[in-house]
């Protein structure tokens, strides 16, 4: 069955390393987007990819970086790592193109502690 | 951009009430409105979803309904039951290019 995947599930890091959360789908799908979940604020968007080489910033992209270099993943990155970004973050997908309306479908969460 | 308010953000109910949830969005072109079901541990996951062209959807136990001229929408969850306990986001989208804006959350509890 196709599914979406995250690692890893949980991570300890110390402030100013470089992190990179990996998303992997096999969906197929062209749209694929990062969130970031803390309590009292929701899912926050991160950054988002309609297709390979395509990236775009989402509300709360400072600190973070993607690249899409292929259908199936899409990589965030930490640059430096700051207590801030202590959350827990989720990748998505999204079946169609732009003018579509279709549901997200959302992978398991990685758990990022910065300390 | 959008901004999408919900409310309440904790809600307990008896099983076998009913719960509802409502959200407010600012933007008037938004027309894709899809409620998220999350449970302990795992992402969330599309329970249902309602257009901007449609006043009122269900299935099964639970119903959405919209008010376009007021910007609101409401979740409702009938005969609760303990496995409708989770955390329920509303969201809201001009479409296009499928970028949503979510509420913050409302965490429903169904005490047995």
């Known amino acids: 069955d196709a599914e979406i995947t995250q690692s890893p599930r949980h991570k300890i890091t110390e402030t100013g390393r470089q992190v990179t959360l990996a998303c992997h789908q096999t969906?197929?799908?062209?749209?694929m987007f990062w969130y970031r979940q803390d309590l009292g604020h929701g899912l926050r968007l991160i950054h988002y990819?309609?297709?390979?080489?395509?990236?775009n910033k989402g509300e709360v992209s400072d600190g973070y970086s993607v690249s899409r270099s292929n259908t199936e993943d899409l990589p965030l990155t930490l640059e430096s790592a700051a207590s801030s970004q202590t959350s827990v973050y989720f990748c998505?997908?999204?079946?169609?193109?732009?003018?579509?309306?279709?549901?997200?479908?959302f992978g398991p969460g990685t758990r990022l502690t910065v300390l | 951009g959008e901004n999408v308010e919900q409310h309440p953000s904790t809600l307990s109910v008896q099983e076998g009430d009913s719960a509802v949830i409502k959200c407010t969005y600012s933007?008037?072109?938004?027309?894709?409105f899809p409620w998220y079901k999350q449970e302990l541990g795992k992402g969330p996951q599309l329970i249902i979803d309602?257009?901007?062209?449609?006043g009122e959807k269900k299935d099964q136990r639970i119903a959405v309904t919209l008010n376009k001229t007021a910007k609101h929408f409401s979740l409702h969850i009938t005969e609760t039951q303990p496995e409708d306990s989770a955390v329920y986001f509303c969201?809201?989208?001009?479409?296009?290019?499928?970028?949503?804006?979510f509420g913050t959350g409302t965490k429903l509890q169904v005490i047995p």
């Open positions: 969906w197929n799908h062209n749209n």
């Open positions: 309602i257009r901007s062209n449609v």
């Open positions: 969201a809201a989208t001009t479409g296009g290019y499928q970028k949503v804006t």
């Open positions: 990819s309609y297709g390979v080489h395509d990236t």
């Open positions: 933007d008037s072109a938004s027309n894709y």
């Open positions: 998505a997908s999204s079946e169609l193109g732009r003018g579509l309306l279709n549901e997200q479908f």
